[in-house]
């Protein structure tokens, strides 16, 4: 059994189930919910990444506020991370002025890597070792940053293939375990 794996930003991976195109998908913060069959929902922290060198990288947890004084890496705003950025942004009054947007994070990971710059990524997006990337990642206070939620799901209605529809338990099942 071959399973082909396609990364979409949440509109687009909800457009698929649409379309038939897909059997599944697994969703950061979608958008539209109306065709959407939910078979979990997992809540996702925000991290920001950082180079080990960086003066935030010592820290086990800190605000948003810490991290607008450097430079930003950021998700494009098609992306539900940026989204949720974007929404505490402009609650607190603050001005998320990236000095890159990208809608590759491990681009975003890169950049980062190699100094000054903070990108962000939630729990289950990040990398299980960091240190061979000279990384560490710095939880964002809850109270600040509310979480989202990664969503799995499929097209209202639809009787999945069997090997879909164990693939989706699997699915379920690992998020499960990482909560």
Not at 86 to 95: M, R, V
Not at 128 to 136: C, E, G, H, P, V
Request: proline letters at 6%.
């Amino acid at each position: 059994m071959t399973f082909n794996i396609q990364r979409r930003d949440r509109k687009a991976a909800e457009q698929e189930l649409i379309n038939m195109n897909a059997d599944i998908a697994v969703v950061f913060e979608p958008e539209l919910m109306a065709d959407f069959q939910i078979l979990s929902i997992s809540k996702q922290p925000t991290y920001a990444l950082v180079s080990k060198n960086h003066p935030l990288a010592e820290k086990e947890v800190i605000k948003l506020s810490d991290c607008i004084q450097y430079p930003l890496a950021l998700p494009t705003k098609e992306y539900g991370l940026r989204r949720i950025l974007d929404k505490k942004a402009n609650k607190a009054l603050y001005k998320l002025a990236p000095v890159i947007e990208s809608d590759s994070f491990e681009f975003l990971r890169y950049e980062a890597s190699l100094g000054e710059c903070i990108t962000f990524q939630i729990e289950v997006g990040l990398p299980k070792d960091l240190s061979f990337m000279n990384m560490a990642a710095v939880k964002i206070d809850e109270h600040d940053l509310p979480p989202g939620f990664v969503y799995v799901g499929q097209l209202k209605g639809r009787t999945l293939p069997v090997a879909a529809a164990k693939f989706a338990q699997q699915l379920v099942s690992t998020l499960a375990l990482n909560e």
